[in-house]
Nanobody, 128 residues
Framework: QVQLVESGGGLVQAGGSLRLSCAAS????????MGWFRQAPGKEREFVAS????????YYADSVKGRFTISRDNAKNTVYLQMNSLKPEDTAVYYC?????????????????????WGQGTQVTVSS
């Protein structure tokens, strides 16, 4: 069973950068698709980015494309979200998630229901 712990959130000014990390337990981490989602106050959780097991396929929400980069280091059991050119509308709790029900997938999974386990979240606040 994979457990996830996010870190790296904080307060940053608009135009700044942050890098979120998600450390996973479990020896089979490298076989799973990983995703990042976010939820702002009063809004539904939304997809941000996902990465295939190999790291060879990445997918982004239109709102973050060109500003955010998802990556993974399977040797460290960690997935990252590099966030540049941050905007106030990026303010949210960011969650990482793992899709355990399939392995070695390169497909796109943008729905929360596509994932089987979640971290506790890390707060990102972007001031204007």
């Amino acid at each position: 069973q994979v457990q996830l712990v996010e870190s790296g959130g904080g307060l940053v000014q608009a135009g700044g950068s942050l890098r979120l990390s998600c450390a996973a337990s479990g020896r089979t981490f490298s076989t799973y698709v990983m995703g990042w989602f976010r939820q702002a106050p009063g809004k539904e959780r939304e997809f941000v980015a996902s990465i295939s097991w190999s790291g060879g396929s990445t997918y982004y929400a239109d709102s973050v494309k060109g500003r955010f980069t998802i990556s993974r280091d399977n040797a460290k059991n960690t997935v990252y979200l590099q966030m540049n050119s941050l905007k106030p509308e990026d303010t949210a709790v960011y969650y990482c998630a793992v899709r355990r029900r399939t392995t070695f997938s390169e497909f796109y999974y943008p729905r929360g229901g596509d994932y089987d386990a979640w971290g506790q979240g890390t707060q990102v606040t972007v001031s204007s």
